[in-house]
């Protein structure tokens, strides 16, 4: 089974990644607005049943998180994602080296940017269209996050929460 | 914000509903196959974190529950509700009494008829076409759920899971 570890931020933040992703992201019904934290790993339920104490570990010895989401972005020219910027800072990447160590070691493709996807599958077009007015949306929030989320995919793409696990919490 | 509590079933059953959704759910997209528990209710978020330690203790207190998926059924002439029927058994009645009792009371306007929706605001024409195909479909399948999720709603109607409890942990 495929799983993958997100933040979802508030309610507030999700409404309005969500008010740009029903028109812009191809992937809007499948997955709440999240923040990765854990890229998609492989693995069977059984295997993964032996991993939950190493991520209550994690969540137990972190604390909540404060993120700053600052700008919308894009990884254009590597692909035409747009995103909400999310600040990196030393905890969430505190939390994603725990997560992407010991028996969470994972080869991983690309250096993690923390980010929002609020855009995707664009065509050039529509992502130099998109781009240039989403980049000069005012964009200042900032909020305390305190659990993050295992889930897995199903068929059709979209994803399952399998387990909720607070930061501070045994 | 509302808030409603689900049990969401093994991923097998999840694809198998969702064969079915994709085709004759309206509300296919925003939210995964599940057995609702526990009807919507609205509270303050603040509100919210004090009912999570009842929460806690239900889990903690009630053990894995073994659903009995049985046949797809129908809610007409109530209304065009196409679902996978669960049989109703002490552990669910159990359960949804809890959810429902003490600091969680609210009226709720139906008995609880457990059940997985797998296709809804059909035309009673559609319903009639879809139905009469369906029920002779041959259903058995049995599984053992091991927690229920408290999730809350987002502006576009879909849902996000706020936290997972765990039956027998603390």
Redesign the interface.
């Known amino acids: 089974?495929k799983y993958g570890v997100v933040l979802?931020p508030s309610?507030k933040l999700?409404?309005t990644a969500?008010s740009y992703r029903?028109r812009y992201d191809s992937r809007?019904?499948?997955i709440?607005p999240h923040i990765t934290v854990k890229e998609q790993f492989e693995t069977s339920t059984d295997e993964l049943e032996t991993l939950i104490p190493t991520f209550r570990d994690i969540a137990h010895k972190l604390k909540p998180i404060t993120i700053n989401v600052t700008k919308i972005s894009s990884f254009s020219p590597a692909n035409n994602t747009v995103y909400l910027k999310v600040e990196k800072n030393d905890d969430l990447k505190t939390l994603y080296e725990h997560l992407h160590s010991g028996p969470l070691a994972q080869e991983v493709e690309y250096s993690y940017i923390p980010h929002i996807t609020i855009g995707q599958n664009l065509s050039d077009d529509e992502h130099l269209d998109v781009y240039s007015q989403l980049k000069l949306v005012d964009v200042n929030h900032e909020e305390v996050i305190d659990?993050f989320?295992l889930l897995?995919q199903?068929?059709?793409g979209?994803?399952?929460?399998?387990?909720?696990f607070?930061f501070g919490h045994e």
């Open positions: 089974m979802f309610k999700q409404d969500n029903k809007y019904a499948l709440p659990r989320h897995y199903l068929d059709n979209s994803w399952t929460v399998y387990e909720t607070r």
